[in-house]
């Protein structure tokens, strides 16, 4: 048994039993940074966390790599999936997902860390709902946008269908609750939608709904009440309400131009709540400066602008549903990524979203080693609708 590489023009090709992949090597660049600087981060910013709970220092990078290990291993058997069976599947998997967040949300199945039960317990095996309808999601839109892509861009019902949907998801979401994974998922779908070709004032209207929608949330629920209110001034309760975020500015100050080190963080060692999750960005601000967080927002930049290039290409090679799950992964990349970052620089009210693809979190780092290897599937599929040619002989047959 014997994996070649070939390389034709920038492209990888992989080739392994007579199967043959074609590679986005700007994607592998991107993602496996990422992974790596994450993996890195997390283990600088848990060293004491985990000699604190656990007597073992490595406890969280182990568990860490673990997760990126598994991660790879499921992204390598998703890469070979087909996506004429997510395509035809999208549906059904939006039905299980949704009969799993109804599960998490019953007693002695969901388990409840940090006040929210995002977790469901199936034979001894955890799992992260929140993240799983994610990618769920995405794969419905989709398909959606691929059956109903005249409607859409004809009729205000096209938008609202699939949002009606997507908000019953939204609704078991809040009730865990994680506000944060509602606000991605109809973000990348209204996403979708605009560059499927909905009509501005349709897309403006239902925004705008969304918005209204999300504002009541915030002011009928306290505990978000609060988050809005340390948000727009941290400094008023720096000891209560204010306090992650102004340990996160604070932890930024330090980093300046170039940060204080590897491993050499003084607000990680429990001024920083949740340094190796949610607040990894700021970790790395602090220890890498100014210039480790460009080099993250350069890799997710980087990823964003390749995922929107695989669906352009796809969509010009009439593949529609590869060309809007290009275009939702892109936006579910970009989307969380930007909020979590926004929220760690206190330019958005804090909420509980992973930094992909980095931050500490099995559910979340295997979820995001799939998405990816989606759309690498993505850009192998265009690949072999056009016929890739390495030295005179097509080696791809369109299936």
């Not at 306290?222 to 209560?240: I, Q, T």
């Not at 669906?311 to 799950?325: D, P, T, V, Y």
């Not at 804090?350 to 780092?365: D, V």
Request: charged share 15%; net charge positive.
């Amino acid at each position: 048994m014997s994996v070649t590489l070939l390389q034709q023009g920038g492209d990888l090709l992989l080739v392994w039993k007579q199967r043959r992949f074609h590679l986005d090597g700007h994607v592998l660049i991107a993602a496996v940074g990422l992974l790596l600087l994450g993996l890195i981060m997390v283990s600088s910013a848990s060293l004491h966390l985990g000699e604190k709970l656990a007597n073992d220092a490595f406890y969280y990078p182990k568990r860490q790599l673990a997760h990126a290990l598994l991660g790879c291993v499921m992204a390598i058997g998703v890469a070979w999936v087909p996506l004429q069976v997510w395509e035809q599947k999208g549906q059904t998997l939006f039905l299980i997902g949704l009969l799993f967040l109804v599960l998490v949300l019953v007693p002695g199945l969901g388990r409840e860390v940090n006040g929210s039960s995002r977790w469901l317990v199936l034979g001894g095996v955890r799992i992260q709902v929140s993240e799983m309808i994610k990618l769920i999601s995405v794969l419905f839109m989709a398909g959606y946008m691929e059956r109903r892509m005249l409607t859409v861009r004809n009729s205000v019902w096209g938008m609202v269908r699939p949002l009606g949907l997507l908000g019953v998801a939204c609704v078991l979401l809040l009730a865990e609750p994680d506000f944060g994974a509602a606000v991605v998922i109809m973000s990348v779908a209204l996403g979708m939608m605009f560059l499927g070709g909905a009509r501005l004032w349709q897309f403006a209207l239902l925004l705008s709904m969304v918005g209204i929608a999300g504002v009541i949330l915030i002011y009928t629920s306290p505990y978000r009440l609060v988050r809005v209110m340390s948000f727009l001034d941290p400094w008023a309760d720096p000891l209560n309400t204010g306090f992650q975020l102004t340990q996160a500015l604070i932890a930024f100050g330090r980093g300046e131009w170039f940060g204080v080190g590897l491993g050499a963080s003084v607000q990680k060692l429990f001024y920083l709540p949740e340094a190796h999750t949610d607040f990894l960005f700021s970790v790395i601000g602090e220890e890498l400066g100014l210039a480790g967080d460009m080099l993250v927002i350069g890799l997710f930049s980087y990823l964003l602008w390749r995922a929107f290039a695989i669906g352009r290409a796809a969509e010009i090679a009439g593949l529609r549903f590869a060309a809007f799950l290009a275009y939702g992964l892109g936006l579910w990349f970009g989307i969380q990524s930007f909020i979590n970052m926004g929220v760690n620089m206190g330019i958005l009210p804090t909420k509980g979203l992973t930094l992909p693809l980095m931050s500490y979190g099995g559910g979340s780092i295997i979820v995001m080693c799939m998405a990816v290897a989606i759309l690498l599937r993505v850009h192998h599929e265009v690949a072999e609708s056009r016929g890739v040619n390495v030295k005179g002989k097509t080696v791809w047959q369109r299936a």
